[in-house]
């Protein structure tokens, strides 16, 4: 049975489409910026970056990651934001 923190959980994957290109080392500080953030929020996941497309998977507490996507779509470093997917998950497939 799921105790009652990993039943708040909520994972989401989107899309985008960076607005300009990033370098390697832009790209490596936009991780260490966003894992930084997002562990102090409880959230963890993973970005992802190719061929000037993110891919980033959320998870963590459903209201924390309803909010931080909503920063998320309003950033200008990226444009054309798609959710594949958002849904409960009774756990995490990424270490905090």
């Known amino acids: ?10 994972c989401v994957v989107y899309r985008s489409r960076a607005a300009v290109s990033f370098s390697p080392s832009a790209l490596k500080m936009l991780e260490l910026l966003c894992a930084s953030r997002n562990h102090t929020r409880g959230v963890s996941g993973r970005l992802h970056y190719f061929d000037g ?8 507490p459903a209201e ?7 920063v998320i779509k309003d950033d200008p470093r990226h444009t054309g934001l798609t959710i594949l997917l ?7 497939a990424f270490t905090l």
């Open 1 to 10: 049975m799921n105790s009652p923190t990993s039943a708040t959980l909520r």
């Open 53 to 60: 497309q993110f891919v980033h998977v959320l998870e963590g």
């Open 64 to 70: 924390t990651v309803g909010k931080l996507l909503g």
């Open 86 to 92: 958002d849904r409960p998950v009774s756990g995490r």
